[in-house]
């Protein structure tokens, strides 16, 4: 994967970091001005001092934070839509997604109400996590690739994630 340069951004942008030795990656929507809304789930680093540039302070929800508290160190990349199917095969998962996406200005609008009614539900690390948020503001459907590529990356993937999913909400909250 090619990473991305800060300068490079535009609001509207699905962005992703790299964490735990590239084990999983943490996304977010880029909304200009060197900030990003992105899915927080329970830190394991809660009394850490707020940031002095964007004021976060470690915890679960959804958040507006400077980009150095998205990346916390770690490298930059910019998520891709709209590829073929046969590319998303021999990509990374959650690296991209064969959806089309929508305009940038209503991807930026649909994280900030988002973050202003915090109405995503409940983080869940494998069926509802900071990529399933940022891929639902880009294209208004919730989806992780990385936790498909658990089931198979392919229809069989795509099934028994959404099958999982679904259940999952049936019985959440």
Not at 18 to 31: D, K, M, P, S, T
Request: aromatic letters at 16%.
């Amino acid at each position: 994967m090619k990473t991305v340069r800060r300068d490079d951004l535009m609001p509207g942008d699905h962005i992703f970091s790299n964490r735990a030795f590239r084990l999983y990656y943490h996304h977010g929507i880029y909304v200009g001005d060197d900030m990003v809304i992105h899915l927080m789930g329970p830190s394991k680093v809660y009394n850490k001092a707020a940031c002095k540039k964007c004021g976060f302070k470690p915890q679960s929800g959804i958040f507006k934070t400077c980009l150095d508290c998205f990346l916390e160190g770690h490298s930059l990349y910019r998520y891709k839509y709209d590829v073929s199917y046969l590319k998303l095969l021999f990509k990374r998962s959650g690296s991209c997604s064969i959806w089309e996406c929508k305009p940038a200005k209503e991807v930026v609008e649909t994280a900030h109400r988002l973050l202003k009614d915090q109405s995503f539900g409940s983080y869940n690390f494998l069926l509802n996590n900071c990529e399933d948020f940022a891929v639902y503001c880009k294209t208004g459907m919730a989806m992780s690739n990385q936790t498909a590529g658990w089931f198979g990356f392919n229809l069989v993937g795509s099934i028994g994630y959404h099958a999982t999913k679904g259940v999952y909400e049936a019985f959440a909250d």
